[in-house]
C-alpha cells in the first residue's frame, strides 16, 4: 500500500521519469520517422528540381539554341552554388563525365562520375532507391551511401534528346545535423517540461491528498461521535480496537426503568409533531441528568426509559447516583409540565452487559435485576420511586424511604419494596 503522505513525491517522480522516457526513448524514435519523411520530401524536391532543368533545358534546345550555348548557360546559374547543401550538375550518359559543375573550373571538363550512379554497385557505394511514388520513367533516385549513412540525396532525369542527364543532389549529412538539432532540443526540452509539469501537478496531488485526509478525518470523527453517542466511550473505544464480542458481567449495579404516566390516553388527543418534540425534551433531560450523575443511558422504548449506574466501569456508588438521578428526573418532569407524571423503578443486583448488533450497535443489559426493576416501575405508583431492599441496602444514612411493605410481584411472588422520597438534610 503507498503511503499517502509520499503519494506527491511518488507523483512528482512518475511525471518526471514518464517525460523523461519519452524523451530518452520516445523521440529518437519519432526523429527517426521525420528524417525519413524529411529525405522522402527532399528526394522529391530534387525529382522535381531535375525535371524542371531537363524540361528548361530541352525548351532551349528545341528553340534551336546549340549545346554548347545551353551548357554555358546552365554553368552560369550553377557557378557559385553552395555544394555543401546541395547542387545540381549535366552528366554526359556515354562517357559519364561532367558537362556541368557547380566546381567545373576546378574540376575540369574531364571528371568522371562514379559509375554508382548507373551501374548503381562500384567499390561498395549503394544507392538505395525510393518508392515507385518517386521513381519517374527510366530515371532514378535515392539515398547515395559512401558509409554506414546516408551521404547525399540524389535524383537523376534523363534530357529528352540528348545523351545527358540531369543530376540533382543534396547533402543528406546537413538534414542528418539538423534533426540531431531537433532531437537534442525536443529531449532536453521533454525533461525541462518533466519538471515544469511535475512541479504542478505534484502540488495539486499534495493539496487534493490533503483535502482527501481531512475529508477523512472529519468522517472519521463524525463516525466516532456517532459512535459515542449510542455506546458508552471505553464500549467504543473497545470496538475500535476491533474487540469484535463484548460482555461484561457486573457483580453489582443498579438498573432504573422510569415511565411516563397516562401517555398512552396523551397520544391520543396530542398532534404527533408535538408529542414527540414533548418527550424529546423530557429525555433529553433525562441524558443531562444521567452525565451530570455518572449514569449510564442504556436506551429508551416509546415513552420508558432506562438507566443503570455502576458500569461499564464498576462503580460502587451506582446506587447513591441512582437515586439522586431518579429524584432529579422526577423534579424535571413537573418543570417540563405540571400535569406529567412519571412512574420510576430501580433495583440492585448482578447484570450481564454487552453489545449486540453488527450494524445498528446497542449496548444492552440483561439478567434478573434488569427484569426486576422493570416489574418494579409497572407495579408501582404514579409521581413515586419505586425500589427493592436491595436497593436500599447502604442508602438510609443519606437517603428517605417510605416502606411499601411485601407486595406481589409478578414473576418474583412476594417481594419488599419501598418509596424513595427525597434525601436525608
Given at each position: 500500500?503507498?503511503?499517502?503522505?509520499?503519494?506527491?513525491?511518488?507523483?512528482?517522480?512518475?511525471?518526471?521519469?514518464?517525460?523523461?522516457?519519452?524523451?530518452?526513448?520516445?523521440?529518437?524514435?519519432?526523429?527517426?520517422?521525420?528524417?525519413?519523411?524529411?529525405?522522402?520530401?527532399?528526394?522529391?524536391?530534387?525529382?522535381?528540381q531535375a525535371?524542371?532543368?531537363?524540361?528548361?533545358?530541352?525548351?532551349?534546345?528545341?528553340?534551336?539554341?546549340?549545346?554548347q550555348t545551353?551548357?554555358?548557360?546552365?554553368?552560369?546559374?550553377?557557378?557559385?552554388?553552395?555544394?555543401?547543401?546541395?547542387?545540381?550538375?549535366?552528366?554526359?550518359?556515354?562517357?559519364?563525365?561532367?558537362?556541368?559543375?557547380?566546381?567545373?573550373?576546378?574540376?575540369?571538363?574531364?571528371?568522371?562520375?562514379?559509375?554508382?550512379?548507373?551501374?548503381?554497385?562500384?567499390?561498395?557505394?549503394?544507392?538505395?532507391?525510393?518508392?515507385?511514388?518517386?521513381?519517374?520513367?527510366?530515371?532514378?533516385?535515392?539515398?547515395?551511401?559512401?558509409?554506414?549513412?546516408?551521404?547525399?540525396?540524389?535524383?537523376?532525369?534523363?534530357?529528352?534528346?540528348?545523351?545527358?542527364?540531369?543530376?540533382?543532389?543534396?547533402?543528406?549529412?546537413?538534414?542528418?545535423?539538423?534533426?540531431?538539432?531537433?532531437?537534442?532540443?525536443?529531449?532536453?526540452?521533454?525533461?525541462?517540461?518533466?519538471?515544469?509539469?511535475?512541479?504542478?501537478?505534484?502540488?495539486?496531488?499534495?493539496?487534493?491528498?490533503?483535502?482527501?485526509?481531512?475529508?477523512?478525518?472529519?468522517?472519521?470523527?463524525?463516525?466516532?461521535?456517532?459512535?459515542?453517542?449510542?455506546?458508552?466511550?471505553?464500549?467504543?473505544?473497545?470496538?475500535?480496537?476491533?474487540?469484535?464480542?463484548?460482555?461484561?458481567?457486573?457483580?453489582?449495579?443498579?438498573?432504573?426503568?422510569?415511565?411516563?404516566?397516562?401517555?398512552?390516553?396523551?397520544?391520543?388527543?396530542?398532534?404527533?409533531?408535538?408529542?414527540?418534540?414533548?418527550?424529546?425534551?423530557?429525555?433529553?433531560?433525562?441524558?443531562?441528568?444521567?452525565?451530570?450523575?455518572?449514569?449510564?443511558?442504556?436506551?429508551?422504548?416509546?415513552?420508558?426509559?432506562?438507566?443503570?449506574?455502576?458500569?461499564?466501569?464498576?462503580?460502587?456508588?451506582?446506587?447513591?447516583?441512582?437515586?439522586?438521578?431518579?429524584?432529579?428526573?422526577?423534579?424535571?418532569?413537573?418543570?417540563?409540565?405540571?400535569?406529567?407524571?412519571?412512574?420510576?423503578?430501580?433495583?440492585?443486583?448482578?447484570?450481564?452487559?454487552?453489545?449486540?448488533?453488527?450494524?445498528?450497535?446497542?449496548?444492552?443489559?440483561?439478567?434478573?435485576?434488569?427484569?426486576?426493576?422493570?416489574?418494579?416501575?409497572?407495579?408501582?405508583?404514579?409521581?413515586?420511586?419505586?425500589?427493592?431492599?436491595?436497593?436500599?441496602?447502604?442508602?438510609?444514612?443519606?437517603?428517605?424511604?417510605?416502606?411499601?411493605?411485601?407486595?406481589?410481584?409478578?414473576?418474583?411472588?412476594?417481594?419488599?419494596?419501598?418509596?424513595?422520597?427525597g434525601t436525608?438534610?
Amino acid at each position: 500500500m503507498i503511503n499517502k503522505s509520499r503519494l506527491p513525491i511518488y507523483t512528482f517522480l512518475t511525471v518526471f521519469l514518464s517525460m523523461v522516457v519519452a524523451g530518452v526513448v520516445l523521440v529518437p524514435f519519432l526523429m527517426n520517422i521525420l528524417l525519413e519523411n524529411y529525405y522522402r520530401i527532399q528526394a522529391d524536391v530534387n525529382q522535381r528540381q531535375a525535371k524542371s532543368m531537363a524540361q528548361f533545358i530541352q525548351a532551349r534546345l528545341e528553340h534551336g539554341t546549340d549545346q554548347q550555348t545551353v551548357l554555358e548557360e546552365f554553368q552560369a546559374a550553377i557557378t557559385g552554388s553552395q555544394m555543401d547543401l546541395g547542387y545540381v550538375c549535366i552528366v554526359d550518359q556515354t562517357s559519364a563525365d561532367y558537362l556541368s559543375h557547380p566546381m567545373q573550373s576546378a574540376l575540369g571538363m574531364s571528371v568522371a562520375v562514379k559509375n554508382a550512379f548507373f551501374d548503381k554497385n562500384y567499390d561498395g557505394v549503394d544507392l538505395i532507391k525510393w518508392e515507385e511514388e518517386i521513381m519517374a520513367g527510366q530515371s532514378g533516385g535515392g539515398l547515395l551511401h559512401y558509409s554506414e549513412t546516408p551521404t547525399e540525396i540524389v535524383y537523376f532525369y534523363d534530357i529528352p534528346g540528348v545523351n545527358w542527364t540531369i543530376s540533382s543532389h543534396e547533402n543528406s549529412q546537413r538534414i542528418q545535423a539538423e534533426v540531431s538539432k531537433i532531437k537534442t532540443y525536443v529531449t532536453w526540452g521533454s525533461i525541462a517540461f518533466g519538471l515544469l509539469l511535475a512541479f504542478p501537478i505534484s502540488f495539486a496531488v499534495r493539496k487534493v491528498n490533503r483535502g482527501y485526509e481531512k475529508q477523512i478525518e472529519e468522517e472519521q470523527q463524525n463516525s466516532e461521535q456517532l459512535l459515542l453517542n449510542v455506546l458508552p466511550p471505553s464500549i467504543a473505544q473497545r470496538m475500535k480496537q476491533n474487540e469484535h464480542t463484548i460482555v461484561d458481567y457486573f457483580e453489582e449495579a443498579t438498573v432504573l426503568f422510569c415511565d411516563i404516566a397516562g401517555f398512552t390516553e396523551l397520544s391520543s388527543h396530542t398532534e404527533p409533531h408535538k408529542l414527540v418534540a414533548l418527550l424529546n425534551v423530557i429525555f433529553s433531560n433525562f441524558d443531562a441528568i444521567c452525565e451530570k450523575q455518572g449514569v449510564e443511558k442504556i436506551k429508551t422504548i416509546g415513552d420508558a426509559y432506562m438507566a443503570v449506574g455502576g458500569l461499564p466501569d464498576k462503580d460502587p456508588l451506582h446506587a447513591q447516583r441512582i437515586a439522586k438521578a431518579a429524584l432529579q428526573m422526577m423534579q424535571a418532569v413537573k418543570a417540563v409540565d405540571p400535569d406529567l407524571n412519571v412512574r420510576i423503578g430501580v433495583h440492585s443486583g448482578s447484570v450481564v452487559a454487552g453489545v449486540i448488533g453488527n450494524s445498528k450497535f446497542s449496548y444492552d443489559l440483561w439478567g434478573d435485576t434488569v427484569n426486576t426493576a422493570s416489574r418494579l416501575e409497572s407495579h408501582g405508583q404514579i409521581g413515586r420511586i419505586h425500589c427493592s431492599a436491595a436497593f436500599k441496602e447502604g442508602l438510609q444514612d443519606t437517603f428517605v424511604f417510605e416502606d411499601r411493605g411485601t407486595i406481589e410481584l409478578k414473576g418474583k411472588g412476594p417481594f419488599q419494596t419501598f418509596f424513595l422520597t427525597g434525601t436525608k438534610p
